[in-house]
């Protein structure tokens, strides 16, 4: 490979990011990711929360430093934060103490600015992002949206030649979101900012056909670049729009089949024998009866396009998918091409009362989910009928992270509780089959 | 742990700066009670019958015996401490001509030092049981119970003061009853800072229990089986082998209520926070869990509220309408006012009388002077040692809290340190001193941060631990390095935390100048300029009026410095070094 001529930015060759476990074991969090960054684009990382897209923007940032490969900036290995690399944070991660010009000003005084330099080009990005005014505002004082526009500020008041932004929008409210993502693209097309390129972490997926030239869909477990769509639409871009539709229908479906893959996947091959070590998602039994009782619902009658349910009911992809994939792993709907369609007990479990729902819940519970099948068993074979959470816990951290085991267990109990299958006292950690009396 | 910002033990949150009439209204009935008592004891100038237990022995073997009775005395002190809480707090808290009186003399009794409490009381307890000792124990025990009850009572009173509206509201229309009210609501949202406030009064009680277990004002002496008197022996004989088997067993003892009271007791108020950090890993107990576990214990754990249903304390009272509408109602209440402001001015001025008379019939003008002049000499030495400790331990904490297994390891050692007494090392630093020559003045001050500065030290990692990462990685990103870090990033962000940790050690370190500006080893005895050792010396001489005069005075140091230093202070950083 020719690094040094390439022209592009940023070169991300070959990154692996792996943490020790308190066990000694290796924790993979990105492996082998590739990706390049070219004057004039918007390239968005597009994954579930946990798939590891925040982890490679802060390595890209020099903020921490990967176990393997090489990030190139300029054709030079990255050796800490770069003097062109700027940040916009998720939770803006404005100074409290610092006033709006406080805080713009700090990235200029840093690199020991004039000051009458720094006065001046604070102004002059403030302005730009529509701050005038607000410059001896302290940020508790101003809305959401405006503490964003803040972090913007002073993001680009160093023009830097990369801006990575890391789900700038994903704290704002609906509204407000969708104002600040219009002036950012405004300003972009405009070329009214001092920056070459933007890397934009999001796990919105209109949001990426919206903002993006070319989007990188990214895996979980560990954290990879599963695929690459380029977006090819002129801007500004139209949300009704056929093509823009297309889009969006095309990512979801790709992401949809990866996770519908690892559903198939996960009872026969991955964990032969017990198969209780499936990671299951804190959902509540709530939020699957809504979403089965939706899809029944007209005008779907059983059938759904996934982005358009998600947007009826407003869920964002990380309460959508994992809700998707619990219900296809319980046999009560299938997920394909973009769609989820309810199975023929999904569509009974709808007509009943909660007494049968309940009694349906608890029978797909012992067929489909093992870990809830072998706490009962357990709990039947004890004279006492009892057993503490620490003899599952340890059965499962052989497999997965230890964060993980606790969200699986939490999920497990979750749904038993509904199902009645068994019950769990959280103050001396037992499981048991008593009811309270 | 290292997430939680304890809470000051000064009155930060009550309302306004500076100090208002109320605040002498407080200042004189307190002194004034103290100066009656000082007087009375004044004028028993029979001998008392000197209580004369078994001899303290410094065969370590009886240290085991020793510790177990100066923890039971602990023990005891901070039971009574809940009860007064729980009374004294919520009187406080729901009476509203109460709370004007209440909360000010709360505010003063946290300001006089303690060991000024045990010089003027202990005579007054020794006539109450003539020939016993139970005299001294009794003694004793309030000696431990004046150290810890008034932040544990200040912190419960803010949680009642702070119930969540709806929570409020929730209660109310379920005309819930006073008592059930209390023990369902009240009680357990002011529960986790108000366990928090009693590991903090253990830690303090210790400095004293030490300190009042041997203790002699005037000719009366009085040693009570204790690791504190076993000290004082082994000071007298400057045998530092019997130290060290005294620090041991403290260590042991802090150590074994670490784990069988505090950690539960954490673990299981974690219930009761009412909002809950995501992600947060809660604290837990292995003590509480076998609680939890053992069917006898949580069997026997519901007969309280067994009882209290038979007596029919939870049953909502009758639905009457409490109050009397119109404009009856509102001139009974003004005339009761007018009553209850009358009484307490007749009150005030009549001690205020008093005071004069007592401090009059001994003192002149020119003892107050000195009082005063010593008084600022301490202040000095406070305000120094506070800069120093922060100046040393302020990076540390920072270094420490950025590092999350450093900060494992280090907040319990710290909190360990804060709890240890730390007059049990003075006499090693008196011989120290003592051998090279050194100045009193300058060499004794070091002693009174020597176990308060832990404080800075813990608050200051827990601020570290918890300054948000994306600020950090936002400073990194801007490559705002070296000074410019310190002043624009690291210091506001840690500054809440670091003034808890400095207004708790100044505290204490006023309440330890009256054993640390006046220590000995063996027959050498020490002494450096300033208003604790001032004490300290009136009390050896039994001299009541010297004693009264220099409590007062410290008092008021402490409340002015509360007043105009820390509390604005905190004020500020409230406003706005926080986002929400």
Known sequence: MALVESKNLLDVNGIRQSFRRPNGDDLSVLEDVNLSLREGEIVGLLGRSGSGKSTLLRLIAGLNFPTGGRILYHGRPLAGPAQGIAMVFQSFALFPWLTVLENVELGLEALGTPEREMRQRALAALDLIGLDGYESAYPKELSGGMRQRVGFARALVVHPDILLMDEPFSALDILTAETLRTDFLDLWCEGQMPIKSVLLVTHNIEEAVLMCDRVLVFASNPGRVAQEIAIGLPQPRNRADIAFRKKVDTIYISMTEKAGERARRTHVERFPGTGIATVLPRLSTNVMAGLMEAVAAPPYNGRADLPVIASTLNMEIDDLFPAAETLQMMRFAEVAEGDIRLSKAGLDFVQQETEDRKRMFAEHLMTYVPLASHIRRILDERPSHRAPKSRFRDELEDHMREDLVEQTLRAVISWARYAELFSYNDDDEMFSLENPS | ?580
Not at chain 2, 123 to 140: R, Y
Not at chain 2, 244 to 265: C, E, H, K, N, T
Not at chain 2, 270 to 295: D, M, N, Y
């Open chain 2, 1 to 580: 742990m290292a997430k939680i910002r304890l809470p000051p033990t000064v009155s930060i949150h009550a309302r306004g700066v500076l100090p208002n009439p109320w605040d002498g209204v407080a200042f004189v009935l307190i002194i004034g009670l103290l100066a009656l008592v000082a007087h009375a004891a004044h004028e028993m100038t029979i001998p008392l019958a000197v209580a004369t237990s078994s001899p303290i022995s410094l065969d370590p073997h009886v240290l085991p015996e020793y510790a177990l009775r100066t923890t039971l005395r602990m023990i005891l002190a901070l039971l009574a401490s809940l009860l007064f809480t729980f009374t004294y707090a919520t009187l406080a808290a729901k009476v509203r001509r109460a709370e004007v009186l209440l909360v000010p003399i709360l505010d003063i009794l946290q300001s006089v030092p303690i060991l000024g409490f045990i010089s003027v009381t202990i005579v007054l307890f020794m006539a109450m049981f003539p020939g016993s000792v139970m005299g001294a124990e009794v003694a004793a025990i309030f000696a431990i119970f004046t150290s810890q009850a008034w932040n544990m009572a200040f912190s419960f009173y803010q949680g009642l003061r702070t119930v969540p509206k709806d929570l409020d509201e929730a209660s109310r229309s379920f005309r819930l009853s006073a008592w059930l009210r209390f023990w369902r609501v009240d009680v357990p949202f002011a529960m986790p800072g108000l366990i928090w406030n009693m590991m903090m009064s253990m830690s303090g009680g210790w400095f004293f229990v030490v300190a009042a277990e041997a203790i002699s004002v005037g000719n009366t002496t009085i040693t009570l089986p204790g690791v504190g008197s076993y000290i004082a022996l082994a000071i007298q004989k400057q045998d530092l082998q019997a130290i060290g088997w005294a620090v041991l067993s403290m260590l042991g003892v802090i150590l074994a209520y670490d784990q069988l009271l505090f950690r539960p007791l954490v673990a299981w108020a974690e219930r009761f926070r009412f909002e809950q950090e995501v992600g947060k890993t809660a604290p837990t107990s292995w003590v509480l869990i076998v609680l939890r576990r053992a069917r006898l214990i949580q069997a026997l754990a519901t007969v309280p509220r067994r009882l209290a249903r038979l007596t029919g304390a939870y049953r909502s009272p009758a639905a009457t309408s409490r109050r009397i509408a119109g404009a009856a109602g509102s001139r009974r209440m003004l005339l009761g006012d007018i009553l209850w402001y009358t009484a307490v001015a007749a009150g005030v001025a009549y001690v205020a009388w008093r005071i004069v008379a007592f401090l009059a019939s001994g003192l002149g003008l020119h003892d107050v002077v000195d009082a005063v002049l010593a008084g600022f000499v301490t202040f000095l030495r406070v305000v120094i040692l506070i800069a120093l400790a922060s100046a040393i331990w302020v990076p540390i904490g920072v270094w420490i809290g950025l590092r999350p297994q450093a900060a494992r390891v280090a907040q319990p050692v710290a909190q360990f340190l804060a709890a240890f007494p730390a007059n049990l090392l003075f006499p090693v630093a008196v011989s120290l001193i003592h051998r090279y020559g050194l100045s009193p003045n300058v060499w004794l001050s070091p002693l009174m941060v020597l176990g308060t500065q832990w404080y800075i030290l813990f608050n200051v990692v827990a601020g570290a631990s918890a300054f948000p990462a994306d600020l950090r990685y936002a400073a990194a990103n801007l490559h705002v390095r070296g000074w410019q870090w310190w002043r624009r990033a690291i210091l506001p962000g840690i500054f809440p935390y670091y003034l808890t940790g400095a207004i708790t050690a100044s505290g204490g370190s006023w309440n330890a100048s009256v054993v640390a500006e006046y220590v000995s080893w063996g027959d050498t005895r020490l002494t450096a300029y300033g208003v604790g050792a001032y004490i300290a010396k009136a009390t050896n001489a039994g001299d009541y009026h010297r004693i009264m005069l220099g409590i007062a005075v410290m008092a008021i140091f402490v409340l002015l410095c509360n007043r105009l230093l820390w509390r604005p202070l905190f004020l500020f950083a409230e406003r706005r070094l926080t986002l929400d």
